[in-house]
T-cell receptor, first 115, second 115 residues
Framework: AQSVTQLDSHVSVSEGTPVLLRCNYS??????LFWYVQHPNKGLQLLLK??????LVKGINGFEAEFKKSETSFHLTKPSAHMSDAAEYFC?????????????FGQGTELSVKP | DAGVIQSPRHEVTEMGQEVTLRCKPI?????LFWYRQTMMRGLELLIY????????DSGMPEDRFSAKMPNASFSTLKIQPSEPRDSAVYFC?????????????FGPGTRLTVL
């Protein structure tokens, strides 16, 4: 069975400093991995996805994530936080190839950005 | 494209009443997903359809919940009778299932409050 663990329920950074949101996954197959962002009272928006091509994936708004198979990790980073980055972030693994693509969500990490 | 459309955006009802949530997926997408989000349980997949056929409804909490997809452009999630513990944000998502890493596109959600 596939699962995903977000190691921090809440991360607080100052504006202009780096962001690191940690995610570990468990998968019996070569996984598909995603990061979604949810701003307050909004739906979920895709930040980036890993498609088994390049291990360093670049997304929107300056975010990127690196797939590390040896560490079963898919951490999300951004060099410099902006106030508008304050939101909830979900690490997601897609169910196995032949299972219709169900998404398995982590519990979420709330990112706060201080001025 | 307008994206995934959900209605109503907010619903307040009394316990025992029937509630119907509606979703219009992105045109051309062949998979549709219903999720529920609460503080306690996070994001839960309730049911999903491929080509209008329900594939997995194991997440539907009980018989009070039912979902239909009569055609490729419309789905409903019905709760009858509603209970206060059904209060949550309900998201609909759609995707074009063509490969492994196909992301889901989420609607803005329906915030349901059952008094």
């Amino acid at each position: 069975a596939q699962s995903v663990t977000q190691l921090d329920s809440h991360v607080s950074v100052s504006e202009g400093t780096p962001v690191l949101l940690r995610c570990n996954y468990s998968s019996s197959y070569s996984p598909s991995l995603f990061w979604y962002v949810q701003h307050p009272n909004k739906g979920l928006q895709l930040l980036l996805k890993y498609t088994s091509a390049a291990t360093l994936v670049k997304g929107i708004n300056g975010f990127e994530a690196e797939f590390k198979k040896s560490e079963t990790s898919f951490h999300l980073t951004k060099p410099s936080a902006h106030m508008s980055d304050a939101a909830e972030y979900f690490c997601v693994v897609s169910d196995s190839y032949n299972q219709g693509g169900k998404l398995i969500f982590g519990q979420g990490t709330e990112l706060s950005v201080k001025p | 494209d307008a994206g995934v459309i959900q209605s109503p955006r907010h619903e307040v009802t009394e316990m025992g009443q029937e509630v119907t949530l509606r979703c219009k997926p992105i045109s051309g997408h062949n998979s549709l997903f219903w999720y529920r989000q609460t503080m306690m349980r996070g994001l839960e997949l309730l049911i999903y359809f491929n080509n209008n056929v329900p594939i997995d409804d194991s997440g539907m909490p009980e018989d009070r919940f039912s979902a239909k997809m009569p055609n490729a452009s419309f789905s409903t999630l019905k709760i009858q009778p509603s209970e206060p513990r059904d209060s949550a944000v309900y998201f609909c998502a759609s995707r074009l299932t063509s490969g492994r890493a196909d992301e889901q596109f989420f609607g803005p959600g329906t915030r349901l409050t059952v008094l």
